[in-house]
């Protein structure tokens, strides 16, 4: 089997995050113990992972239509540094994340195969909200005579780009 090739994809979050955790489980085994020469068995519960869920919506042109693009995200680990802004997302922003497809095969509950098609992340970068910028960032600049407003004996230089 060949792993998938990581993927880029840039887009809007469809829904806010849900912080998950996966479910326990207990596995059982035996080790053989040489001091009384028999197998013991034991019992292993790891700790349940925690991880974030969301959608993200794609877009690209066919033709002159718009086509809407819906990938199912999975972000393990989310407390690593490159993960981090996962926790962050909310629906409508603006993400680009970098992972690769996984799909997965399972039997259900009522005994029928499923296939889920997920996209593991790897890498999750939250682009800045516009309307959370300074306001002197959000402006374009344009450029002034500032010789009128401060004067003709202003140390600044005449036409300097300035925000308003």
């Not at 979050?13 to 080790?31: Q, V, Y």
């Not at 922003?93 to 195969?113: A, I, L, N, S």
């Amino acid at each position: 089997m060949t792993t998938p090739t990581p993927t880029t994809l840039t887009g809007y979050l469809g829904a806010d995050r849900e912080i998950r955790l996966t479910r326990p489980r207990t596995r059982t085994g035996s080790r053989y113990n040489p001091i009384a020469q028999c197998e013991d068995p034991y019992e292993l519960t790891p700790p349940p992972r925690e991880y974030a869920r969301m959608s993200l919506a794609t877009h690209h042109r066919e033709g002159r239509r718009w086509i809407t693009t819906w990938h199912q995200l999975v972000v393990w680990d989310v407390t690593r540094p490159d993960r981090f802004a996962a926790r962050l997302g909310r629906k409508g922003d603006k993400v680009t994340v970098r992972g690769k497809p996984r799909t997965y095969r399972f039997t259900g509950d009522d005994g029928q195969p499923k296939t889920l098609q997920r996209f593991e992340v790897e890498t999750f970068y939250l682009w800045p909200d516009k309307k959370t910028r300074p306001r002197a960032l959000r402006q374009r600049p344009r450029t002034r005579h500032l010789g009128t407003i401060l004067g003709s004996f202003s140390p600044i230089q005449r036409n300097e780009t300035v925000f308003a």
